[in-house]
């Protein structure tokens, strides 16, 4: 089965055509930009959800230049448009992303990819202030895997599978993978899959705390939709300290960490939305928030 999956994804890996070369038709988006790689929407019933597909499918998804790109445009489109509250990253029901374009790799020299900061610019997605929900249905491998692990929480469809197979080339990860799979899963999983390439099922990484929830394949992007249509409902002014707060675990020392949250959660106290949503619990209605 390992042997049969590996070979037929020999192609998405090896053949990968390159970005320039592909011609796939420009979409327009909402905000009237164009996108070669990607779709870009708003949905949910207050249109409040920003859902980017990623959309290379005879690569299988595979992340290149060109699209990353177009995901920081994307992005930055929807960091500012003050209607979205949360945004999904999601890619077919075959491939999230598999893996990074390898002929985009395969002649670069060393003095190219220090020189050039290599990636450097692949991290865009973790720096973003509203929530981010990944939506992974078939393969998040190597470059794949790391996008999904830059965003916040992250959906399965049951037939998923993450991996970081760059050991198999002949390389290691290069987008944050070492680190974050690490922090996500612990060292005995993250080493394995590292030093093997081996990949996890959905089943598997939602035991280790990779992934929150899994959906059948069909269901899944609906379901992260309305996990951002929750999000998108609360105070977006709060849910960037949240978010502040829950990410300085991952940077910070348990003592520097509490203060921080202490800071974020006495500065709540300065927001309208804090007030509103205490005064309608005590009396017993919906917020309303402002974003004040
Ligand atoms: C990389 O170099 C090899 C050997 O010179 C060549 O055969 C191959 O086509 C090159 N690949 C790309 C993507 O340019
Ligand atoms: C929520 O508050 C805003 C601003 O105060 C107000 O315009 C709006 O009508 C309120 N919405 C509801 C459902 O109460």
């Given at each position: 089965?390992?042997?049969?999956?590996?070979s037929?994804?020999?192609?998405?890996w090896?053949?990968?055509?390159?970005?320039?070369?592909?011609?796939?038709?420009a979409r327009?988006?909402s905000a009237?930009?164009?996108?070669?790689?990607l779709?870009v929407?708003?949905k949910?019933v207050?249109?409040?959800?920003?859902?980017?597909?990623?959309?290379r499918?005879k690569?299988?998804?595979a992340?290149?230049?060109?699209?990353?790109?177009?995901?920081?445009?994307?992005l930055?489109?929807?960091?500012?448009?003050p209607d979205v509250?949360a945004?999904?990253i999601?890619?077919?029901?075959k491939?999230?992303?598999?893996g990074a374009?390898i002929?985009?790799?395969?002649?670069?020299?060393?003095?190219e990819?220090?020189g050039?900061s290599?990636l450097?610019?692949?991290?865009?997605?973790?720096?973003?202030?509203?929530?981010?929900?990944?939506?992974?249905?078939?393969y998040?491998l190597g470059g794949?895997?790391?996008?999904?692990?830059?965003?916040d929480?992250?959906?399965a469809g049951?037939k998923?599978?993450?991996?970081?197979p760059?050991?198999l080339?002949?390389?290691?990860?290069?987008a944050g993978g070492?680190?974050r799979?690490?922090?996500?899963?612990?060292?005995?999983?993250?080493?394995?899959?590292?030093l093997?390439?081996?990949r996890?099922?959905?089943?598997?990484?939602?035991?280790a705390?990779?992934?929150?929830k899994?959906?059948p394949?069909?269901?899944?992007l609906?379901?992260?939709?309305?996990?951002?249509?929750?999000?998108a409902g609360?105070?977006?002014?709060?849910?960037?300290?949240a978010?502040e707060?829950?990410n300085?675990a991952?940077?910070?020392?348990?003592?520097?960490?509490n203060?921080m949250?202490?800071?974020?959660f006495?500065?709540?106290?300065?927001?309208d939305d804090?007030k509103?949503?205490?005064?309608a619990?005590?009396?017993?209605?919906?917020?309303?928030?402002?974003d004040?």
């Open positions: 089965m390992a042997v049969a999956l590996r037929l994804l020999r192609p998405a090896s053949l990968a055509p390159a970005c320039l070369l592909l011609r796939a038709p327009l988006s009237g930009t164009q996108f070669q790689y779709v929407e708003k949910g207050k249109q409040n959800v920003g859902v980017i597909q990623l959309n499918p690569a299988l998804n992340l290149c230049d060109g699209l990353m790109n177009e995901m920081n445009q994307a930055d489109f929807f960091e500012k448009d509250g945004i999904v999601t890619g077919s029901e491939a999230f992303a598999a374009d002929k985009e790799m395969q002649n670069r020299t060393f003095q990819c220090y050039g290599f450097a610019h692949w991290n865009r997605v973790s720096l973003v202030r509203k929530p981010v929900i990944a939506a992974v249905n078939g998040a794949g895997c790391e996008l999904a692990m830059m965003c929480i992250i959906y049951d998923a599978q993450f991996g970081q760059e050991i080339l002949g390389t290691i990860p290069g070492s680190q799979l690490t922090r996500a899963v612990g060292k005995s999983l993250a080493m394995e899959m590292v093997t390439g081996d996890i099922s959905a089943q598997e990484a939602k035991e705390g990779l992934v929150s899994i959906y394949t069909e269901k899944l609906e379901e992260a939709i309305s996990c951002g249509e929750k999000i609360n105070s977006k002014l709060v849910t960037a300290m978010k707060a829950v300085a991952f940077e910070m020392t348990l003592t520097e960490g203060k949250e202490k800071r974020l006495y500065a709540t106290f300065a927001t804090r509103e949503g205490m005064s619990f005590v009396e017993k209605r919906k917020a309303n928030f402002t004040h």
